[in-house]
C-alpha cells in the first residue's frame, strides 16, 4: 500500500500527527501560503457587491 506523499516536499508522510505532511516545517510552509494569499478558494470578485442590502440600508428602511 502506497502512502501519500507531502503536499509542500513530495516526501512520504513520516508523523501522524502532521498528517499529511511529513513535518512541523512542511505544515508551517503550508500555513504561510495561505496567509501570503498564495492560495485562494475561487469565487466572485471582491469588488461585486452582494444584491442583499447592508446593514445601514435595512435600518434606514
Known sequence: ???AKCPVCEKQPADPAFRPF???RCADVDLSRWL???YA???????QADEAP???EERDE
Do not use: L, N, Q, V
Request: net charge positive.
Open 36 to 38: 501570503k494569499g498564495s
Open 54 to 56: 447592508s446593514y445601514k
Open 1 to 3: 500500500m502506497s502512502k
Open 41 to 47: 478558494i475561487p469565487g466572485r470578485p471582491a469588488d
Open 22 to 24: 511529513c513535518s512541523k
